[in-house]
Nanobody, 120 residues
Framework: QVQLVESGGGLVQAGGSLRLSCAASRSISSFNVTAWYRQAPGKQRELVAN???????NYADSVKGRFTISRDNAKNTVTLQMNSLKPEDTAVYYC??????????????WGQGTRVTVSS
């Protein structure tokens, strides 16, 4: 079992920055993929960015050039640096980890979410 705890959300003005952190209950080096998703009111949850165990990253078009995902294996944390925030970035942000097990296949774990509100 894996517990993920997000932190760093809050209220920020448009153009500002926030740094979200996701702390894992065990070594993230065992995570095949770690990601940040977000869900805005009335919308489906969407992928924001992910990072594979080898370090390759992927971003939604809407955040490319503004957000950066990184992982610190020593601290068992995954970070999402968000710059040049826009009101449309307002959402609850969730940390996600996917682990491939030879016994059970892919297992996905979610944090409880952290709210980000960007005012115009």
């Amino acid at each position: 079992q894996v517990q993920l705890v997000e932190s760093g959300g809050g209220l920020v003005q448009a153009g500002g920055s926030l740094r979200l952190s996701c702390a894992a209950s065990r070594s993230i080096s065992s995570f095949n993929v770690t990601a940040w998703y977000r869900q805005a009111p009335g919308k489906q949850r969407e992928l924001v960015a992910n990072i594979a165990s080898g370090g390759s990253t992927n971003y939604a078009d809407s955040v490319k050039g503004r957000f950066t995902i990184s992982r610190d294996n020593a601290k068992n944390t995954v970070t999402l640096q968000m710059n040049s925030l826009k009101p449309e970035d307002t959402a609850v942000y969730y940390c996600n980890a996917r682990i491939l097990s030879w016994r059970s296949g892919w297992n996905a774990y979610w944090g409880q979410g952290t709210r980000v509100t960007v005012s115009s």
